[in-house]
């Protein structure tokens, strides 16, 4: 049984907007439900995604041999990256199950099925045994989160000590979301599935309380705007349709909210009232 609250949410949400991902944004060789990364050596969409992985795999010193949970694994790009490129041995969880399918598929085709494995979990509740993993790894997963704290608490206790939590997630900008951007926001939080906006600040005192140490941050604002802007143009052009479709019935709405949510994000993006950020945090040696 799942320990989160808002499971019914996530499963609808991901109904109804995975073949948009597939279509638009997760790239042949990425296959990412994640934002990229651009700095000096990307030149297009699908490099930036794969620039992610990058930075986050260098960030938690992924080695070859080291056993990874992909927390939120989506449909397994991630999880099948580190496997071929990083030599990593990755378990990936989803609460959705067409995801396992499409990820397992994907290990197999990509010649990595042993060394990846695939099933439905919640990453509150995994009940994989403790102390398991080298590396626990998040991807813009547990932004879906009811409360982030009973993931931290469970990654500690799936992490062997010495163990990295590493994570890419969205946060609230610093000193919380201004009154002038908050409607905005909590649509795209609404449109997203985003239960919580913690600062940087608010969630470096909950990976402290939990026990967790070494706690890093590396600020992505300045990576985005690439892919921000890539997502507010495609929603320039599919938002009415999507809204049209809605009202003539042929569409659900929260496939509509979640291609509108590119145009809301924008501009608070751009005043820094929300943010991304790669964090990492070490459970101590015992």
């Known amino acids: 049984m799942s320990a989160s609250t808002n499971v019914g949410d996530v499963l609808h949400y991901y109904a109804h907007t995975g073949r ?51 927390a939120g694994c989506g449909v397994g790009g991630t999880s099948t ?4 490129r990083r030599g990593a041995r ?44 080298d590396v626990v790894w998040s991807q813009e997963s547990v932004s879906h989160a009811p409360d982030r704290a009973l993931f931290v608490a469970e990654a500690l206790r799936l992490l062997r000590p010495g163990g990295v939590l590493v994570q890419e997630e969205i946060y ?3 000193g919380g979301v201004p009154p002038a951007h908050r409607e905005k926001v909590d649509r795209v939080c609404a449109a997203w599935v985003i239960p919580q906006l913690p600062t940087v600040a608010e969630y470096t005192d909950v ?31 599919y938002a009415p349709l999507a809204d049209a479709a809605v009202r003539a019935g042929r569409m659900e709405p929260v496939r509509a909210a979640n291609i509108r949510g590119g145009l809301d994000a924008w501009a608070p ?17 015992d």
């Open 20 to 70: 948009d991902y597939a279509r638009l944004w997760s790239g042949a060789e990425g296959r990412a439900i994640h934002f990229g990364y651009w700095d000096d050596g990307v030149r297009d969409h699908e490099a930036s995604l794969v620039r992610m992985n990058e930075v986050m795999a260098d960030r938690a010193g992924v080695r070859p041999g080291d056993v990874v949970l992909d």
């Open 269 to 285: 993006y751009r005043a820094g009232a929300w943010t991304m950020a790669i964090s990492t945090a070490r459970r101590p040696v």
């Open 90 to 133: 990755v378990r990936g969880i989803t609460l959705v199950e067409q995801q396992v399918e499409q990820a397992r598929e994907l290990a197999a085709a990509r010649g990595v099925a042993a060394g990846c494995a695939f099933e439905v979990a919640d990453y509150v509740a995994t009940g994989l045994p403790s102390g398991s993993f």
């Open 172 to 174: 609230a900008g610093v």
């Open 81 to 84: 990256w580190l496997a071929a």
């Open 207 to 237: 990976l402290v309380s939990a026990g967790f140490g070494e706690v890093a941050w590396h600020d992505l604002a300045p990576f985005l705007r690439p892919s921000l802007a890539r997502l507010r143009r495609m929603a320039r052009t």
